[in-house]
């Protein structure tokens, strides 16, 4: 009879107990993506310009104080209205009570589009590549580096 004995493997249930633990509990990798979606949310309302890059339209013409700056912008009501809303270990929302955000998000007849969710809205709301960056992070930083073949879509 042909015996193996293998040592050592210890440590290996260990660190995959330790990891169906992570699974178990992913609110923090939610958490993650939600605080990367909100600073990009952030990023394009100081920078005025879309998670694209694109810059904001600016006014047709000054108010009549003389200011130019985008109505977005002008008091930081929108800007600072964003937050996760909810988090469990099945879902991340991040949203706002301000009703406007959706007509500089996708544009009306009158007000031009100035985006700054990263969510491609001309491609079936698919993540940008920023957002895309965002989630790898998260991935990598909960659960460990993986080949990137995977999509995220």
Known sequence: MIRLKIKGLDEAIK?????????????????????????????SFNKSQSPYGGRWAPLKKPRPDGTTKPLVTRRGTLKSSFKI???????????????????????????????????????????NPTLTKIIHKAMDKWFGKFDRKEKIE
Do not use: C, W
């Open 15 to 43: 660190a995959l107990e330790n990891k169906k633990k992570q699974l178990q509990n992913v609110k923090g990798f939610y958490n993650e993506i939600g605080n990367g979606v909100l600073k990009e949310i952030d990023k």
């Open 85 to 127: 809303i909810k988090l469990t270990n099945k879902t991340m929302i991040i949203g706002s009570d301000v009703s406007y955000g959706r007509y500089h998000q996708f544009g009306t007849n009158t007000i031009p589009i100035r985006a700054f969710l990263p969510l491609d809205a001309n491609e079936d709301f698919k993540p």
